[in-house]
């Protein structure tokens, strides 16, 4: 009954798209891998977590149902198909299962033995013990069971192992949650070659990755400890710049761009991820008093530092049901940079607001600048990610959630 509804919810939803997968959460039990939840816990469509580090930083979960769904549908599995999980719950692992059937095969790795050992057991328990359950650090893969058709990968990455791309087949999908300037995006790639092509983009959150991927994100305190600035990889040479910024004058510039309430705006955040080489988060604490930083209402989070400027924006509400992007900034240029960042608010609304999705390519070290697509660059320690923003006529141009893409 519990598990009905959850079914039903995913397809009214459009989290499940194909009657396979809608077979497969309706054979799985999920109760039997989340002991420590209620049964309305088990079948909500939420995350149940199952381990926390000492910061009470949530390291282990059983993915929330609308997500499992989401990354099985884009790892286009097929009965005989060999699949890899990174990131054992165990469920998740008992769907794929379902999916490839008797002739396929999944294996799925956890790098911490407490969740395989937790993972093996609830597969048992569950009737899934063909599924290969592995202690190891994810990031080498599997190579002894690959070339696998499908690679699903459940921690948030920041870096494209080179092993995955050698395990997976040509044509084969990587499903990914990979961060890109702090900003965390489901990816559905393709692999062409050496090269990773994403196909479907989604927000999504997930787990931190640990072992030889790991890689967290620095804070620049700006006051105390309530209002930092968080970067992932552009870490700004002298962070001294800062000291004391949020104590001089602040430039605040309206855009013009409205938006009415509850309406997603991701685009706009991978937009000036890709234009700006200073992109960077905007933290501040639940409880820190906010005048300071924008007369009305609490910042969305995207900021953006050049030499010893930030800005940053906010979205106030200016009428019944609609708000407005609006910038501040401090600093020396405080004009220069809230003038930019406000333009490119301009831009997106004008041309990516309603157009393709951005299109993620991974591809190899040492692939040439001149072998690179146009867009923003992000150097990795193993790949080269490249953010494009594909023309409207673009044949592969790809369109995502609630934006239709023009007939
Ligand atoms: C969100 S949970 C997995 C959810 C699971 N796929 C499910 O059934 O919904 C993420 C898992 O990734 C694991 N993990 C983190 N870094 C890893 C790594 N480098 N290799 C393998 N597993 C890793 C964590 O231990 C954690 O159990």
Redesign the pocket.
């Given at each position: 009954m519990l598990r009905a509804r959850l079914v039903d919810g995913l397809l009214s939803g459009g989290w499940i798209r194909t009657a396979e997968t809608e077979a497969a959460f309706r054979a799985v039990p999920r109760h039997l891998?989340t002991p420590e939840a209620s049964l309305e816990a088990a079948y909500a469509d939420d995350?149940v977590r199952?381990?926390f580090d000492a910061d009470g930083v949530a390291?282990?979960?059983?993915?929330a149902p609308w997500l499992?769904a989401t990354m099985i549908e884009q790892a286009r599995l097929a009965p005989g198909m060999r699949c890899l999980?990174?990131?054992?719950?165990?469920?998740?692992?008992a769907l794929l299962a379902e999916l490839v059937g008797p002739t396929g095969e999944v294996t799925?790795?956890?790098?911490?033995p407490e969740?395989t050992d937790r993972?093996a057991r609830f597969l048992a328990t569950a009737g899934y013990d063909q599924v290969r359950v592995l202690t190891?650090?994810?990031?080498h893969g599997a190579a002894e069971h690959a070339p696998f058709d499908a690679i699903?990968v459940?921690?948030q990455a920041v870096d494209i192992a080179p092993a995955w791309v050698d395990q997976l087949v040509d044509g084969g999908r990587l499903v990914i949650p990979l961060r890109l300037r702090g900003l965390s995006r489901g990816v559905a790639f393709e692999r062409h070659g050496g090269r990773l092509i994403s196909r479907e983009t989604q927000m999504c959150g997930?787990?931190?990755?640990?072992?030889?991927?790991?890689n967290p994100m620095r804070r620049l305190a700006l006051r105390d400890d309530e209002i930092a600035l968080r970067f992932d990889g552009n870490y700004p040479p002298k962070p001294e710049l800062f000291d004391g910024i949020l104590d001089t004058p602040r430039v605040d510039v309206w855009t013009g761009v409205h938006i009415p309430p509850m309406t997603p705006f991701d685009t706009l955040k991978l937009w000036l991820a890709t234009v700006f080489d200073g992109y960077c988060q905007l933290d501040v604490a639940k409880d820190a008093a906010t005048e300071s930083l924008a007369p009305a209402g609490r910042p969305p989070g995207d900021a953006v530092v050049h030499d010893a400027n930030v800005a940053y924006l906010t979205c106030p509400k200016i009428a019944e049901s609609l708000y407005e992007f609006r910038v501040h900034a401090f600093g020396p240029n405080a004009t220069t940079l809230a003038e930019d960042l406000a333009d490119q608010v301009r831009i997106w609304e004008r041309d990516h607001r309603t157009g393709p999705d951005p299109r993620i390519t991974a591809h190899p070290l040492g692939t040439p600048d001149h072998d690179l697509p146009p867009g923003r660059t992000l150097d990795r320690a193993h790949t080269r990610i490249t953010i494009t923003w594909p023309h409207p006529t673009d044949p592969d141009a790809t369109y995502h959630g609630s934006r239709p893409a023009p007939s």
């Open positions: 891998f995350v199952t381990k390291i282990s979960s059983v993915s499992q999980e990174l990131g054992s719950g165990g469920y998740n692992a799925t790795v956890d790098i911490d969740i993972a190891r650090d994810g990031w699903v459940t921690a997930f787990v931190r990755m640990q072992g030889a991927g790991a």
